[in-house]
């Protein structure tokens, strides 16, 4: 009703040829109410806001909780008993602990499948590259400066330059058996590591909005966010597993027993730390041990 009323007026300013009163109405629309379902739009907004804040904090005081724990302030004789004793030896926290690498773990997961989706695969692939080619330019500015002849000149001239200027920390590149151009040679890649940085930061910043330009078909946003999902679902993954498989190399330690009893009765993380399929391969199985005993 109220869009239909200011349509009116829109065409009686027409009509009497006043553009002033035109011109107000055309750019002051007035706001159009949603009915029912602005209101419902609004309400389940605000609950998904609530049940954000709450998970937010869930995650904060548990991370807290897990810090004490592992610091064994709250635990008979500790510090912190008198304050935090009960509750740690209470059963809703007993039961709590149990799981709480298994929500950990799918939470972590969960996000990867939305955040690939949300960038897809080749956003994940253009990452990779990106980052192969700043190893690729510190690589190569590294060979300039030590292996070709024209910057090992420079260097040479640098280093005759800067001779008095590093003389008070000789004592100090002698003991570490570094070389006054070593140092000049260090400088030199670094100048010509971020002089590559320039090409590579300007391709890093373009070719993400072609990426965007491709991604604006929905065929191609659907398959390359699915790809995406399973790309980086799989990397962070692989990466839990390697992390999981070298902290189990100190499982059967003392101070690792606070951190073991999370895993007693887990049905997911068990499979990241305890019986983790790297170390049942005997893959990343490191001698931590025999070097702690």
């Known amino acids: 009703m109220e869009n239909e009323q200011n349509t009116v007026r829109i065409l009686s300013a027409l009509a009497a040829e006043d553009m002033k009163e035109y011109k107000k109405l055309t750019k002051h629309k007035p706001k159009q109410s949603g009915g029912a379902w602005s209101v419902l739009n609004r309400v389940f907004g605000a609950l998904t806001l609530a049940i954000k804040g709450v998970v937010i904090a869930g995650i904060v005081a548990a991370t807290c909780l897990v810090l004490l724990d592992f610091t064994r302030l709250a635990h008979d004789g500790g510090k912190l008993y008198a304050v935090f004793g009960k509750m740690f030896e209470s059963g809703s926290w007993i039961f709590f602990k149990k799981y709480l690498f298994d929500f950990a773990v799918i939470g972590i997961l969960m996000v990867c499948i939305k955040a690939g989706y949300s960038s897809g695969v080749s956003s994940t692939l253009w990452t990779g590259v990106v980052i192969l080619l700043v190893i690729g330019a510190g690589m190569l500015a590294v060979y300039f400066a030590f292996k070709v002849n024209d910057f090992v000149t420079v260097a040479q001239a640098l280093d005759n330059h800067l001779a008095d200027k590093l003389a ?101 993380a068990t499979f990241i730390y305890d019986n983790n399929i790297l170390n049942a391969m005997g893959i990343l199985k490191l001698p931590i041990a025999d070097y702690l005993q």
């Open 168 to 268: 008070g920390i000789a004592p100090i590149l002698e003991q570490m058996k570094l070389s006054t151009l070593f140092v000049s040679q260090c400088i030199i890649a670094s100048v010509l590591f971020v002089l590559m940085l320039v090409p590579v930061i300007l391709v890093a910043v373009f070719v993400p909005k072609f990426i965007d330009i491709a991604r604006s078909g929905k065929i191609f946003r659907s398959v390359d966010g699915i790809f995406g999902a399973i790309a980086l679902t799989t990397v962070i993954l692989a990466v839990l597993l390697i992390l999981g498989a070298v902290i189990n190399s100190v499982h059967d330690f003392d101070f690792m027993s606070v951190f073991n009893a999370y895993f007693e009765k887990s049905g997911i």
